[in-house]
Every structure is written in structure tokens, then in C-alpha cells.
């Protein structure tokens, strides 16, 4: 046998109210490392508290051992030896397990180490409290925390015999035993826990008898603070009874489904009985064996005269299985979906922002621990209404075993909170996804490191952030530009107030659109060069700092650890990835008047104590003008008039922008009313793969648009979420946002090109040539006509016509009059100015 560990100082008490969560982890009993005495040692000490407590008393012993020499001299013991254990025992709440709710207070989910619940005694069946002191310390309302002459007697027996260990612990002894394995297990991992957990759960040799020693000393000072119930009730809630099942309450939930306070005899002389050897006695896992234990129960209750005769004999004449009502233990997110459809999704993410997030504790580990030993209620966001709904819209648009293998994903925020009320996809929660099932542990709608995705390109739903700018630097939806697809350079292009490089670039349009048109119509129709036309006349930098400004961020940082929205032209029409959840919180803030909310999935979280901790605040600030906000939602509010035009618009009022990447690889709808934001995202999960050329959810797809799956999910989900609301309109926008100022357009027919675009753009307009010259009486070259004339919208462009030189046809004596009103504008998006100002313009 080797040297046993003998503490020379006592146990560190820092006398704090520990709260039942563990933010630091399970304190350990603090003490120093003592001298080491050996096998003979030990023996002696422990013969030497056996023979002391029995002649001079218990608590003498306890708190002083008098020098006991051996009879062969080899050794001293000395009162030191035994007086250096520690003597005060720290005894900080107990890991209880974490339950996660719906908004409604529906159970999603539990979380633990150890499957426990923690209740006093009054909550704990007295027939339970008898079986178990019946079947572990029938002494244990009459001793002082250890039992002497059961030691003693242990003692002698274990020297003798071959058949096992036999343990004469009192149930003081066994508290404090459990104490300190929790004290080793609230350690990181490592050596240190390793070393901490062989030294409290040491039971053979010297290593067992010094254990004895301590638990000993420390039963007895436990003895003198604390009641006989007090220490009973304790017990009962650290002690194991079962796999994974710790503390009476949890045991009479998983094994009968019942609380603590109502279980029967027969329920209690099965779970008292179980302790002994949570494993081997388990009634779940070992029926035969548990009756069998349970019998001995009953007859060491009956013996104890806690049972009637009557109570015995019925008791051992009835199936273990007759009583039993077990209630499958499980924990983890895969059980939330079978509680509210396609909830996995949520419950996983809530599990990473409390890992995440420093609000809930200082390391990533302390935070872990805290989820699955701190005995926490969590409240969150999540209305079942709303979830299952998107749950059933998002798998009605694609089926999870669609075998085009096609995602998509729908997540809603509230406006003006930024609570989290729905967020699901296509696929079934599991934590190890299998592609062949089609079940996913990636969360779509999130950010990296809150469900492991990447994000996806989010195309023209980009565009409101450079609309935004362009309404800010004075802008109108009247005003308008030219959306014909063209090549371009990067130096047309203004980027923290630098021109870019000289880089051509051929960007096309995805959606269609051509010629020069209004911004609301470039808005509606979702045209990319007009987008980027309007990029040119702004600081790209501006942009993302405005997209910045709600909420949006690269959902996987860069090598670099930057999130920022990268600042190129490329990037007004959407072409860094992130997270649907960032869309739709970005378009709650438009919903709401302009009043950002960092989006939250959780209300409230209460400790085992039912004390209140602090959550992630959604911070909700007025990040931009309601004037801008407020127009904005009249130009998006247009999108079932243009790329959304073959959805339809639902019955109430709405916006929202569609979104499709270069080769259909994503699409996208995010929408919003006043009380909802929805983003729904629609592609391949695991590359950017073009969505063409196949059959999806039974229909043919050639290109895949926003308006194709996303939306029509989009505008489901959304009416059933909506039914019976009343849904309020959005405030009426700025009209000088909407329509500019009307400002006279300098006539400059008969000018030479250079000089007329000079003069219009000195006036505050734009200019683009007409690609056809016309026969006219001015001089080949020269601007035969402009269009408009008259008066224009401030930063509108202009469309000049050149001569070609030859004279026009003489008019036609039959043709009827041309009153021309004024209002005509060649392309029907503009207006003419004075009499037959446009050409073939219809206003």
C-alpha cells in the first residue's frame, strides 16, 4: 500500500451564499497539500478513532485525537497527523439541470450534467425519507455523523473476507463523500480533476482508509452545524439514483413520473434502493435485478417498523413492472422539434448565444457550465403559433426529401423589439447531421459561430442599403438613371473618397430592365446597373456604413477577423454572405420607422434560486430617419407590382425586396408589415450551385428567382402568421424623398454634345446619349433633342439625341395635329417639358 495524503490545514470557508449556479464552477474544498504517512499509519489512525469515539465520545474525537503509538514502536502517530484534516467542508449548490422555454412557457428542451432537480424536504415523500435511512444509516437520528462501531465492524470484515468491500458510512458520511466528487468534477479537465476525483472516491488500502479519515472529521463538523434534516435533505438531492439520474425529485420524474412528495412505499423502497449502485440496481435498465433490491428494501423498512406487515407481504408480491412508469430522459435540441415543429433550430441557437455571449459568464467554459450545471430557466422568444407555421411553409415550398437536394430557410423578427419568433429550414434538427437523411445540425439562418453556416450572397436584397444613401445625400425615387446593361470600370466608382482602380468590369442585370427609368421603378423591377448607376453618385464606403449601421455583417469572419461589409462596387448588388436572421433584423428596422434591434432570442433567465441574470439586450436605437424609412417602405412596397408581380400581393400591407445572385446560385425574399420581418432564403447549403435546369417540389425550375420559391413561401407564411391581427399600414413617406425637386432643364438643342452634357450637368442632371441619331436641321453632331425638356426632377437624366446631319422628312399634310402636352418623356419613365417635348413619351 502507498503513502496516504494528510492535510495539514483545515478547509478553506469563504462563508459567501453561494448561489445553485455555478458561473465559477464547484468550488473545491480548499486545502493544502499535507505530509504523507504510510499504510501502517493510516491504520492507526483510523483504529485510533475508532477506539477513542467509542470510550471518550464522538465529538471528542472528532475535533482532537490523543499520540497512539504502535505496539512494535516503527511508528508515532501523532494528534498532528489526524488534526491536520480539514474540518470545514464547502458546500456549494449542486449542478441542476437547464430547461429552455418557448415564449408561452412550453418545455423545449432540458440540459445537464447531471439530470437533477433540487427540492426541500417538505417536497420529498417522508415514505422515501424512511427507505432510504431504513436501507443506508438505520442510526442515523442517533449518531453524531459517523458510526464507530459500524466501522469497526466493516473494518474487521473487510480483513477477513473474499466476498467484497463491506462500507459503514453514515449518511453524513456519504454527503460529504458526494461533496467532494462534485468538487472534483466542477474542475476543468485535466490532471488536476483526475487526481481530485481518485483522492474523493479512493476505497481500497490507504488510499480508502484516508478518505475514511476525512469524511469522518468533516461528518463530524457537519454534525454540529447543521440539523439532522438539514444534512437528511441534502442527501437526498446530491446522492445518484441512476444513470444520469442524481437527487430524488428527478428520479421519482424519471422513474414514475411523479414528484418526489407522492410516491408510494413501493416507489420509494425502489429508488432508495438504487443508490447503493446506480447502475446496477437501475429499474429502467436492470428490472430483475432492481426487484430484487427492492424486496431488501422493504424488509429493512419492515424491520424498522416503517411498513405494516400487510405493506410487506403486498409489497413483495407485486411486479416491479406493475409500479413502474418511466419517463425517457432526454436532453438536448433534437427533442425541442418534437415538441414545436422544426424548433431544433432555435434551441440549438439559444445554446450558442449563451456560450457565446459574455453576458453569461466570463470564458466559453464557464458559460458551458453554467448551461449544464446551473439549474437555469430560459425564456425565450420562441411563439409556437409562428414557429410551426414556418416550419410547415418552409418544407411545404421545398419537402425535406425533395430530390433536387435544394435548401431553404425562413427566420422572423418582430420590429421595434427584435425578438426572434420563428426561425426553421428544410431539414430535420439533429447535433450530427446525415446528408443521406437529410437531417442537419448547420443552422442556415445564422451567423457562424451560432449554427456553423457561412451565410449566402444575398443579391439584390442588398439594394435598400444603397437606396438608403441615395435618399440621405438628397435623392428622390423620381429621380432617374440609367439601368442599360453597359460596361463599366471600377474607377467610376467613388470608395472612401478615392476613385477606384482602373478595372473593367461587364456586370449584368438578373432580373431584366433596360434604358433610363425612374429609381422606383429601378427599386421594382430590381435592374443592377441602375443600382449601380446610382453606386456611381455615392460613396460606396457610405453604403456599407449604412448597412453597418443595421446590423449587417459578414456571417463568417474574414482570416482576418473582420465582419464589415466590404466596400466595392460588386458589393451594392449584393455579394458578401450573411445570415438571413441579419436581413431580416435589418429590415425590422425599416419596418419600425428606422429603430435598429440587435436581434434576441432570450426574454429571461432565472437561476436555481429563481434569482433573475442578466440577458443580451436587442439595444433597439433610431439608427436612421423614420423620412427615410418611411419612403423606403413606399419604393419596396411597389415589389409586388415588379419581380414579385407573379406572387401577388397578400390582403394586407407589405414590402419587401427579392434577391437573386448572378447564376440563380441564391434567392432570396425578405419582406415585412409593421408587426413582422421575414427573411426566407433559398439554394444549395454547401456551395454556391446554380438553381437551373431541374425539378424542384414537383415543377420544373429553369431559373430560380426571389420570386419563385422564396416569395410565394414568404407570402404563406405570412398570412397565416397575420390572420386576425390588425396589421396597421406604414406611414406615409416623404414626399420630396419620392418625388425631388422640379427644377427648369436648360434647353440645349443646336449644342454640341460635350458642351450641352456640361450644361446639364452643371444644372444638376445627368446625361446619357441615345444610341440612333435622327435627321434634323441642326448640324450632324449636334443634340437634335432632349428628353426631357421643360422641367425635370434635380439629378434626373437627360437623354440627348444627335443630328445626323440630313434634313427630316417634310411633314405630312395628313397627319392630325400634335397638341403636345408636355408630358412625354421617350421612354414613358420620365416627363416631356413645353409643346412636343418627348419623343413618343407616354408619362
Excluded at 448561489?19 to 480548499?30: I, L, S, T
Excluded at 412528495?261 to 425502489?270: N, S
Amino acid at each position: 500500500m502507498g503513502p496516504v495524503e494528510v492535510a495539514s490545514t483545515p478547509a478553506h470557508q469563504d462563508g459567501s451564499d453561494r448561489a445553485a449556479y455555478y458561473p465559477d464552477g464547484m468550488p473545491n474544498p480548499a486545502r493544502s497539500r499535507g505530509r504523507q504517512v504510510n499504510a501502517l499509519q493510516a491504520l492507526a489512525l483510523l483504529l485510533s478513532f475508532v477506539l477513542v469515539a467509542g470510550v471518550g465520545g464522538i465529538l471528542a474525537a472528532g475535533l482532537a485525537l490523543p499520540g497512539v503509538a504502535l505496539a512494535n514502536g516503527a511508528t508515532d502517530v501523532t494528534a498532528q497527523a489526524f488534526d491536520g484534516l480539514p474540518t470545514e467542508l464547502d458546500q456549494p449548490g449542486l449542478p441542476e439541470k437547464s430547461t429552455i422555454l418557448a415564449a408561452d412557457g412550453t418545455l423545449l428542451a432540458t440540459f445537464y450534467d447531471q439530470n437533477r432537480v433540487v427540492v426541500p424536504l417538505a417536497d420529498i415523500s417522508p415514505m422515501l425519507q424512511h427507505a432510504v435511512i431504513a436501507t443506508e444509516d438505520k442510526r442515523f437520528y442517533e449518531h453524531a455523523g459517523v458510526d464507530p462501531a459500524g466501522m469497526l465492524r466493516a473494518f474487521v470484515r473487510n480483513q477477513t473476507s473474499t466476498s467484497g468491500q463491506q462500507g459503514a458510512s453514515t449518511l453524513t458520511q456519504q454527503y460529504v463523500k458526494n461533496v467532494l466528487i462534485e468538487a472534483a468534477l466542477a474542475k476543468p479537465e485535466g490532471p488536476e480533476r483526475q487526481a481530485a476525483l481518485e483522492e474523493a472516491k479512493g476505497a481500497e488500502g490507504s488510499e480508502g482508509i484516508a478518505r475514511k479519515l476525512r469524511e469522518a472529521k468533516l461528518a463530524i463538523t457537519l454534525e454540529k452545524k447543521m440539523t439532522k434534516d438539514e444534512i437528511l435533505e441534502k442527501y437526498l438531492n446530491i446522492a445518484q439514483f441512476g444513470i444520469k439520474v442524481y437527487g430524488v425529485e428527478s428520479a421519482a420524474q424519471y422513474y414514475f413520473s411523479k414528484p418526489a412528495k407522492d410516491l408510494t412505499y413501493l416507489e420509494a423502497a425502489t429508488i432508495a434502493g438504487v443508490t447503493q449502485s446506480p447502475t446496477k440496481w437501475d429499474p429502467v435498465k436492470n428490472p430483475e435485478a432492481a426487484q430484487t433490491r427492492r424486496n431488501t428494501v422493504l424488509r429493512l423498512m419492515h424491520d424498522q417498523k416503517y411498513i405494516s406487515d400487510a405493506d410487506y407481504t403486498t409489497g413483495l408480491a407485486t411486479p416491479l413492472a406493475d409500479t413502474m412508469h418511466p419517463k425517457e430522459l432526454v436532453q438536448g435540441c433534437a427533442v425541442a422539434s418534437t415538441v414545436i415543429a422544426g424548433s431544433g433550430y432555435f434551441c440549438d441557437y439559444v445554446t450558442k448565444v449563451i456560450v457565446n455571449d459574455p453576458t453569461f459568464g466570463a470564458t466559453k467554459e464557464d458559460r458551458a457550465r453554467l448551461l449544464y450545471r446551473g439549474g437555469l430557466t430560459i425564456t425565450t422568444t420562441l411563439d409556437p403559433r409562428l414557429q410551426t407555421s414556418a416550419d410547415n411553409e418552409v418544407k411545404a415550398g421545398i419537402p425535406v426529401q425533395d430530390p433536387s437536394g435544394v435548401a431553404s430557410s425562413i427566420v422572423t423578427v418582430q420590429p421595434g423589439t427584435g425578438q426572434i419568433v420563428a426561425m426553421a429550414q428544410n431539414r430535420d434538427y439533429s447535433a450530427v447531421g446525415d446528408p443521406a437523411l437529410r437531417t442537419e445540425s448547420v443552422n442556415f439562418n445564422t451567423d457562424f459561430a451560432y449554427g456553423a453556416s457561412g451565410g449566402f450572397a444575398p443579391g439584390s436584397t442588398f439594394k435598400p442599403f444603397t437606396l438608403l444613401e441615395w435618399l440621405k445625400q438628397g435623392h428622390s425615387l423620381y429621380e432617374t438613371v440609367n439601368g442599360s446593361v453597359r460596361p463599366l470600370n471600377e474607377n467610376m466608382f467613388t470608395t472612401c473618397g478615392a476613385k477606384g482602380p482602373n478595372v473593367p468590369w461587364k456586370p449584368g442585370n438578373a432580373e431584366g430592365g433596360a434604358g433610363v427609368m425612374k429609381v422606383l421603378d429601378a427599386t421594382k423591377n430590381s435592374v443592377n446597373l441602375a443600382y449601380l448607376t446610382m453606386g456611381m453618385q455615392l460613396d460606396v464606403c457610405n453604403i456599407m456604413q449604412g448597412a453597418t449601421d443595421l446590423g449587417m455583417h459578414l456571417a463568417k469572419p474574414r482570416a482576418d477577423g473582420t465582419i464589415t461589409p466590404q466596400a466595392n462596387p460588386s458589393n451594392i448588388i449584393g455579394t458578401d454572405s450573411v445570415a438571413p436572421l441579419s436581413m431580416a433584423a435589418a429590415f425590422a428596422a425599416f419596418a419600425s420607422g428606422g429603430v435598429y434591434c440587435t436581434p434576441i432570442a432570450i426574454l429571461s433567465v432565472v437561476n436555481a434560486d429563481g434569482q433573475p441574470l442578466p440577458v443580451p439586450s436587442a439595444g433597439c436605437q433610431q439608427r436612421i430617419e423614420p423620412r427615410y424609412a418611411n419612403t423606403i417602405n413606399f419604393a419596396l412596397s411597389n415589389v409586388w407590382t415588379g419581380t414579385a408581380k407573379t406572387v401577388g400581393a397578400p390582403s394586407f400591407p407589405s414590402a419587401g425586396k427579392t434577391g437573386t445572385t448572378s447564376h440563380n446560385e441564391e434567392t432570396w425574399f425578405v419582406g415585412y408589415t409593421p408587426l413582422l420581418a421575414t427573411a426566407v432564403w433559398v439554394g444549395f447549403s454547401e456551395a454556391m450551385t446554380p438553381v437551373q435546369n431541374m425539378v424542384i417540389n414537383g415543377k420544373y425550375v429553369k431559373n430560380a428567382y426571389g420570386s419563385s420559391i422564396a416569395a410565394p413561401t414568404w407570402k404563406r407564411f405570412m398570412t397565416t402568421a397575420l390572420d386576425g391581427a390588425a396589421n396597421p399600414g406604414f406611414a406615409e413617406p416623404d414626399q420630396k424623398l419620392v418625388f425631388g425637386e422640379k427644377i427648369p432643364v436648360p434647353s440645349v438643342v443646336g449644342r454640341s454634345e460635350a458642351d450641352a452634357k456640361k450644361i446639364l450637368e452643371d444644372a444638376g442632371f445627368n446625361t446619357t446619349t441615345a444610341p440612333d441619331q435622327v435627321p434634323s436641321t441642326v448640324p450632324g453632331g449636334s443634340v437634335a433633342e432632349q428628353n426631357p425638356s421643360g422641367t425635370a426632377t434635380r439629378g434626373s437624366v437627360i437623354t440627348l439625341t444627335l443630328s445626323n446631319g440630313q434634313q427630316p422628312p417634310p411633314p405630312d399634310p395628313n397627319a392630325p395635329p400634335n397638341p403636345g402636352n408636355g408630358n412625354g418623356n421617350g421612354n414613358g419613365n420620365g416627363n416631356g417639358g413645353g409643346f412636343g417635348g418627348g419623343r413618343g413619351g407616354n408619362g
